[in-house]
Structures are given as C-alpha cells and as structure tokens.
C-alpha cells in the first residue's frame, strides 16, 4: 500500500491517466492567466503611476482587442466542457460486460459481495485489466466509495442504487476510503483495494461454494411472494419481469420509465410510484422489509431474467 507523502495518488487505472490530463491542462491554463494578469498589472502600475503634469486620456475603442478577449475564453471554455463531458460520460456509464459488483455502505464498514457469492469486508479484490461495475447501495447514511489510485468516487445514499465502474491497470493493494462524513466512526471506514492477475483472482474467487446474489435473489423472489404475481400465465397480475431490464416501459398514466436497477428499486419500495401501463397498482410495498443487501439480491435476481439485455451501455474508452 502507498505510504509517504505524495502530491498526487499513484494512477492505477485507465481512467486516472486521462482524468490526470485534464486536471494539468485546468492547472496550465489557470496557472498562464493568473500569471499574465500580475505581470500586466504589476507592469501598468508602473508604466501608468500618477506623475506632474500628466493628465488621464479618454480610451478609444478598439474592436479587435475586444473579439480577441472574447474569443479566446469562449474557446477554452468550449474546449474544457467537451473534454470534461466526454471524461464524466465515460467514467459514469460502465462498459458491457464488467465484473459486476454489489457493495453495501453501513456505519461503518464497506460489505462486497462478488457475482460468485464470496464476501468480503473493508476490502475489495477485483482483477486487473477488466472493467469492474460497483454498485452501491446504503444501510442508514450517506456513505462514499472513493478509490483516490482509480479516481473514482460515488456516494452510496439511502434507498438508492448509484453505480461506478473503473478498469485497473496495474497489481497492487490501493486505499479504499469513505469520503463522506458519516459519523463517529466516519474516519475508520477504510479498506484496501486489491488488484491481482486474473489468474490469481479467479482462484481467489473460485472454490466458494455460498450462494451467489443471483439464487438468493431467486429465493427472495419466491420468499416475499413476487413470484405469485409476476409469474406468467392465468394468474399473472403484474408484468412478467422476464426480459424487461434494460427495456423502456410504458407507464399507466402516460410516459415511459427505463426499466434499470434504480427502476425496480423504487417499484419495490414505492410500487405506486411508476405503474406499468395495462396493470392494477395493487403491489403492496416492501419497504421496511427487505435489507439493502436482500435489495441488491433481488435486482440481481430480476436482471438475471434479462441475459442478454444492459442498461444504456458505451464501449470502454
Ligand atoms: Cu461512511 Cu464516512
């Protein structure tokens, strides 16, 4: 793990490099300008101090000198806020195919869980070279999942799912901090990242014989009676979920509502909230009763019903 002073965390994915870049080229052009105006203002206030005799001048106008002042920032700016969009976009929207990850935020601990099933606390090994999604989720406060080597950071907040993803590119253990204040404890909610060859980590993961998200989200499904309704054939009264992740339903009502992980969150929590157009709104809500870590299980579960489906994905940069 890093120890020492640094200025700036090592870059330990792909995202850091690029992220990296803008940062410098923000600091070399504020750093230009906030030269140019001292040396101009230090320059004037000597070339233009109070002497006898001499007398303020109206100024003239000059039009070029204003087109030029005009242009220039414009054109930064333009260039500032199309990198910075592309870099947010692909450091927000993960990659198809990602080593999908579901990470419970509680006072004060960091709880992984792996797609295999395996658990881990306060530590988190993934494999290097492979998109990884995280999603977060939270069991009382605001907590936040910040990896300074990846430049990452999300905030798993309370009844809602957030997602991040990052590639690692180099073996090796990283900090894994909580970046929002969260309470008493706030400051040891801490962890290591471990990146390691995938061989290594597939034999990390494998021989792991608990149940995996997915077949307790399925237990869950029949557990909690979803299934009753959600089954298809003569008795189905609600929307048949297989094949649905992913997809845009229509709702009762008018509009339309993307059929991802926050989506069945709140359907589980609030069923009235965005009603499926042609269904009764007579799901009863499961708020209270499912635990986050059943929440993520049971979202495993439902997008397990859709193989072949994502939410809006983007290639990998
Ligand atoms: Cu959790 Cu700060």
């Avoid at 970046?179 to 792991?208: F, P």
């Amino acid at each position: 793990m890093e120890q020492g002073f640094r200025l700036f965390p090592v870059q330990a994915s792909a995202f850091a490099e690029r992220l990296d870049r803008l940062y410098w080229f923000l600091i070399g052009v504020s750093g230009f300008f906030s030269a140019l105006i001292i040396i101009l203002l230090l320059v004037f206030a000597v070339k233009y101090r109070r002497r006898p005799g001499r007398v303020a001048e109206r100024t003239k106008q000059s039009l070029g000198l204003e087109l030029i002042w005009t242009v220039i920032p414009f054109m930064l700016v333009m260039v500032i806020f199309v990198w910075g969009a592309d870099l947010f976009l692909d450091g927000t929207i993960p990659p198809q195919g990602a080593e999908e990850i579901y990470v419970v935020g509680k006072q004060w601990m960091w709880k992984a869980q792996h797609s295999n099933g395996r658990r881990e606390i306060n530590e988190l090994h993934i494999p290097v070279g492979r998109a990884v999604k995280v999603t977060l989720a939270s069991e009382d406060v605001i907590h936040s999942f910040f990896i300074p080597a990846f430049r990452v950071k999300q905030d798993a907040v309370p009844g809602q799912s957030r997602t991040m993803w990052f590639e690692p590119t180099r073996p090796g253990e990283y900090h894994l901090f909580c970046a929002e204040y969260c309470g008493t404890g706030h400051s040891k909610m801490i962890g290591r990242i471990v990146v390691m060859e995938d061989m290594a980590y597939q034999t990390w993961l494998g021989g792991y014989t608990e149940e995996t998200p997915v077949q307790a989200g399925e237990k869950l499904f029949t557990q909690f009676d979803c299934v009753n309704c959600h089954a298809s054939g003569r008795r189905q009264r609600c929307p048949n979920l297989t094949g649905l992740y992913g997809t845009t339903v229509q709702l009762t009502g008018g509009g339309t509502a993307v059929f991802d992980e926050a989506y069945i969150r709140e359907s589980i929590l609030y069923p009235k909230a965005k009603v499926v157009a042609g269904f009764e709104p007579i799901m009863p809500t499961f708020r209270g009763q499912v635990t986050e870590e059943e929440m993520l299980e049971l979202i495993a579960y439902i997008k397990s019903l859709s193989p072949t489906q994502a939410v809006p994905e983007r290639s990998a940069p």
